[in-house]
């Protein structure tokens, strides 16, 4: 366990440091709770943590409605969505999109086979987690999820968020 003090605020200007941040070019997810109330993020702070156990992270912002619906979850999934899957990801990032199951009416899905969380129809490759580990970080919450089944598709064209925009990511021939 560290022992450093607290981070102390930074000084500049939280839109400067956000366009820093953004320099950085992310991969694009759907992160997702199932059950009775089933709830779907868009989210590009996804990442694996360790093959030994299979560990991924998602980071969650406080104020999002998702960190409720992931704190009291067992388990969830994470679709990473393809260049074709923009308006996924922009319906999932809408904050004014229903609650609930209605969230995927307009959404192809299909129930994770291990976990029952909803994954996204078409994505490049699906995560089924069970809930390890959280971790408060800043003004989010670091969940941490074992992976108990994934599934990768054949390779396409992948969506990226880069300064601020999506992007398409295209792999090399050959």
């Known amino acids: 366990m560290s022992t450093l003090p607290a981070p102390t605020p930074y000084d500049k200007k939280t839109e400067e440091l956000r366009g820093a941040f953004g320099a950085f ?5 759907v992160v997702t ?14 990442t694996s943590v ?3 156990p299979p560990l991924v992270l998602v ?4 104020e999002a409605v ?11 999934g994470v679709s990473v969505l393809s260049a074709t899957q923009e308006a996924v990801a922009r319906h999932f990032a809408d904050h004014s999109r229903p609650m609930g ?15 029952g969380a909803p994954l996204i129809d078409g994505a490049l490759a699906h995560f089924e987690c ?13 969940f941490v999820g074992a992976v108990r ?7 396409q064209d992948a969506l990226v968020f880069l300064d601020g925009r999506f992007r398409r990511l295209t792999p090399r021939p050959g």
């Open 149 to 155: 089944a994934f599934e990768r598709q054949a390779p």
């Open 25 to 29: 070019a992310t991969g694009i997810t």
């Open 66 to 76: 998702m960190r409720q619906s992931l704190g009291s979850a067992r388990h969830f």
């Open 33 to 46: 709770v199932g059950g009775p109330t089933p709830r779907g993020m868009t989210a590009n702070s996804f």
């Open 50 to 52: 360790s093959l030994d």
């Open 59 to 62: 980071c969650v912002a406080h």
């Open 101 to 115: 199951r209605q969230q995927f009416e307009n959404v192809g899905w299909t129930p994770g086979a291990t976990t």
């Open 130 to 142: 069970e809930m390890w580990r959280d971790h408060e970080g800043g003004d989010h919450t670091i």
